[in-house]
């Protein structure tokens, strides 16, 4: 990997969140067309930010949220007998 190529990386999750100017992203995806290296690399971490932000955990719902909650406390109730 060259020096070069370092240099686009640490940029890449700038490029990937669509943060960098237009002529530094259009000198990445011309470097990478070229380059299989930050080709990977570019994959990987698109892979990386889809994974992310499709993969957030959903809340509970509220009613099971309260039943959990009442369990809990009738197990605390017991245990501390108020
Ligand atoms: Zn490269």
Redesign the pocket.
């Not at 070229?34 to 994974?51: I, Y």
């Given at each position: 990997?060259?020096e070069?190529?370092?240099e686009?990386?640490s940029d890449l999750n700038a490029y990937l969140d669509g943060d960098l100017p237009d002529e530094l992203c259009v000198e990445i995806e011309k470097?990478?067309g070229?380059?299989?290296?930050?080709?990977l690399?570019v994959d990987t971490l698109k892979m990386t930010v889809k994974l992310c932000r499709e993969g957030k955990p959903e809340d509970l719902p509220s009613s099971l949220n309260d039943k959990l909650n009442n369990m809990l406390k009738k197990k605390w109730d017991k245990k501390f007998g108020q």
């Amino acid at each position: 990997m060259s020096e070069k190529c370092l240099e686009y990386i640490s940029d890449l999750n700038a490029y990937l969140d669509g943060d960098l100017p237009d002529e530094l992203c259009v000198e990445i995806e011309k470097h990478v067309g070229e380059c299989n290296n930050c080709k990977l690399m570019v994959d990987t971490l698109k892979m990386t930010v889809k994974l992310c932000r499709e993969g957030k955990p959903e809340d509970l719902p509220s009613s099971l949220n309260d039943k959990l909650n009442n369990m809990l406390k009738k197990k605390w109730d017991k245990k501390f007998g108020q």
